[in-house]
């Protein structure tokens, strides 16, 4: 029987309390040709020699500055696809622990065609184990990347069919190497928030689907690096998912989409840090919102025809 080889990538930054459960998992993986490649996205914590002390079996590719989610990740798709010959390779966060199938059931799904670029399945919070965090996005009118499927419900096997998806996160995300080859890895234009929302967009571009399996599954404890509510989150969530409809959709849908991401995603949630006291959220929300019009601009993708 043929097995593709797989590449796992796990990017850390300064995470090293975060790697026993997800190294530890992913080696248990009965999948039997796959290897574990921890990116250490400039740490300061140790990470290196932690994972090569304690995880011998796992490499270490290390940067000596943070790359961001993007660019981390970009290093280690590089070395996986480009020296290694990856047929597929598993980008994954650090803050998980995995279902021993999970590599073997997303290498199954993938291999139906070859037109599935991305591969993922079921994540559950990892506090709250049979409650599902996402089994995929659907599709938005207005937003175009719409809400997480099966978001806060308890899985009683409503989400068990194999099933094509419009977008999906990449906490975990099987990737194949031609869909690579053809449109690279991620925009370092996002540092982080939205780059697999980019990479997704430019992947429909080319005809390749998103697959969601629900035989690989996997507890996420979800932004441990940088918080779930945080001044640097809330910047590039204001600033990157405009960047995104300004790069592939039409000026009439980034009409829609403004005004919408404006009156609620920026005058409401600022309105709402105000009054909690925390105006380091609100400034950040501003902050990204007039650098994703400034990028728009620069890049001439913003025009007055887009509100005419």
């Known amino acids: 029987m043929n097995y593709p080889r797989v590449c796992v990538l796990v990017l850390s930054y300064n995470g090293k309390h975060l790697l026993p ?107 709250h184990p049979e409650i599902l965090q996402t089994v995929g996005k659907s599709a938005d009118p207005i937003n175009w990347n719409g809400e997480h499927i099966g978001r806060g419900e308890e899985d009683k ?17 099987l990737v194949r190497k031609k869909l690579y080859q053809d449109i690279g890895g991620y925009d370092t234009t996002f540092f982080l928030e939205s780059e697999e929302y980019d990479w997704q967009a430019r992947a429909k571009k080319l005809g390749y689907k998103f697959m969601y399996t629900p035989h690989a599954k996997l507890w996420h404890k979800e932004s441990m690096t940088i918080g779930k509510i945080s001044p640097l989150k809330m910047y590039y969530d204001a600033r990157n998912p405009m960047l995104v409809i300004l790069k592939h959709k039409s000026p009439a849908f980034f009409r ?29 929300k501003w902050k990204g919102f007039f650098s994703g019009l400034k990028w728009g601009i620069q890049n001439r993708r913003f025009h007055l025809k887009h509100f005419i």
């Open 21 to 127: 459960d997800a190294l530890s998992s992913y080696l248990a993986n009965d999948y039997p040709n796959f290897r574990i490649i921890v990116i250490d996205n400039g740490s300061i914590d140790g990470t290196e020699r932690y994972v090569r002390d304690n995880y011998p079996e796992v490499e270490v590719v290390r940067t000596e500055k943070n790359l961001g989610y993007s660019g981390g990740f970009n290093l280690g798709l590089h070395y996986a696809f480009d020296d290694l010959g990856a047929d597929y390779s598993l980008v994954t966060n650090n803050d998980v622990k995995v279902d021993k199938n999970l590599i073997a059931e997303l290498v199954k799904v993938a291999e139906m065609s070859e037109k599935i670029g991305f591969a993922t399945g079921k994540v559950y919070y990892f506090n």
């Open 157 to 173: 096997g409503q989400h068990d069919e194999i099933q094509e998806r419009f977008f999906i996160d990449d906490v975990f995300t």
């Open 256 to 284: 829609r989409y403004f005004w919408n991401h404006f009156r609620r995603d920026i005058l409401r949630s600022s309105l709402i840090s105000v009054k909690n006291g925390d105006f380091s959220l609100a400034l950040a």
